[in-house]
């Protein structure tokens, strides 16, 4: 109890709220800038049981950011070393790593079981499982994100009937989106954006009533401006009215294309597939990178690769189409997943009929 002293002596926490927090229950999936800011707060305030997920492995380029990593460990799995991190920091507490990435397949088995799940991600895909998965195991969610100098963090429940889900609030996820080692960040963006994350799930593992499933924190860390608004639920939302069966929810989010009638996009819309190098390994696909050069020569994918590899940067795409054979499979690349699939939209809508995008971290 020493160890908790000067949180104890809040009226808010007390003997009862700490005994609260040793018996919750949390999952951190991410170990990147959110997570690793946000986990060392939620261990020293002594919750009980912190799983962290991230089949990531920490690279130099990291550490501006997640500041718990030392230059001495560069590839090694963040979740190991967050896990012993914690686990020093709070010797009294369990924590767990798992070094798996999530997906539609273990999704239920990883986030069953827990009081609150937190969204340290930073790509859209493992949001929507996120989102399915707190759905299913009728957990709350509490997700982050950032994008340069903005910051978003939600507390979203929506497995109950007057709270909304992730995608009441993103009914179109956003193909365009970068993410940070894309589109740059300054590392006290994301420090502030994850401790704030394990701020609101401390006081909501507390159960203080200000902090409502349906907040929703917009933050410029530029201006320096916060805004808290409410997330009403979308009574139309595809996701978490029970409209669908499970299976198709785990389709719907696995694929992204989880679209109100009002929406946009059209139903007909054809989206790229999302395949893993070891299956394009011995096929005739030509692998297309489109990344820039000097993301090619920082971080060449094209030992990795077997099959026939050139590259086009994206803006050159429509400039070079005439070097594209029509009749082979084509598999574009970027460095998250995000260019490559809106190069593959783009061919696709030109008549290149098989189109897939490779997954970057099946290399
Ligand atoms: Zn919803």
Do not use: W
Not at 63 to 90: D, F, G, P, S, V
Not at 120 to 144: E, R
Not at 282 to 294: A, K
């Amino acid at each position: 109890m020493n160890r908790y002293l000067r949180q104890i002596t809040l009226p808010e926490i007390g003997p009862e709220g700490q005994r609260r927090l040793a018996e919750a229950r949390i999952l951190m999936v991410g170990a990147g800038g959110l997570g690793a800011a946000a986990l060392p707060y939620l261990a020293g305030a002594g919750i009980g049981n912190i799983t962290i997920v991230d089949h990531d492995t920490v690279s130099i380029t990291n550490l501006h950011r997640q500041t718990i990593y030392t230059t001495a460990q560069e590839n090694e799995n963040k979740a190991a070393l967050a896990a012993a991190y914690l686990q020093n920091l709070n010797p009294d507490i369990s924590v767990r790593a798992v070094g798996e990435k999530l997906t539609p397949e273990n999704m239920e088995r990883l986030c069953a079981g827990y009081d609150l799940l937190l969204d340290g991600t930073d790509n859209f895909d493992t949001k929507s499982l996120l989102n399915a998965a707190s759905i299913k195991t009728q957990t709350p969610l509490l997700t982050a994100s950032v994008n340069r100098f903005d910051a978003q963090i939600g507390l979203f429940d929506g497995s109950k009937e007057e709270s909304p889900c992730y995608h009441c609030l993103f009914p179109d996820l956003p193909t365009d989106a970068r993410n940070c080692n894309e589109a740059g960040i300054l590392g006290t963006t994301a420090g502030i954006t994850g401790v704030l994350q394990a701020h609101i799930a401390l006081l909501y593992l507390l159960g203080i009533k200000e902090v409502k499933s349906g907040d929703f924190l917009s933050l410029n860390l530029k201006s320096m401006r916060i805004e808290k608004l409410r997330a009403p639920k979308n009574r139309d939302c595809a996701v978490c009215n029970n409209t669908c069966g499970e299976t198709q929810l785990i389709h719907k989010a696995k694929n992204e294309k989880i679209s109100t009638a009002s929406a946009g996009s059209p139903a007909n819309m054809r989206k790229p597939e999302l395949v893993a190098l070891k299956e394009l390994t011995g096929t005739t696909t030509l692998v297309i990178d489109v990344r820039q050069p000097e993301e090619l020569r920082a971080d060449p994918f094209e030992p990795h690769i077997e099959n026939e590899y050139m590259s086009i940067p994206l803006p050159e795409l429509p400039a070079r189409l005439s070097e594209l054979p029509m009749n082979r499979n084509l598999a574009l690349i970027c460095a998250g997943n995000i260019r490559s699939a809106q190069g593959a939209e783009y061919l696709m809508a030109r008549g290149f009929n098989t189109v897939c995008v490779l997954d970057r971290f099946s290399l």
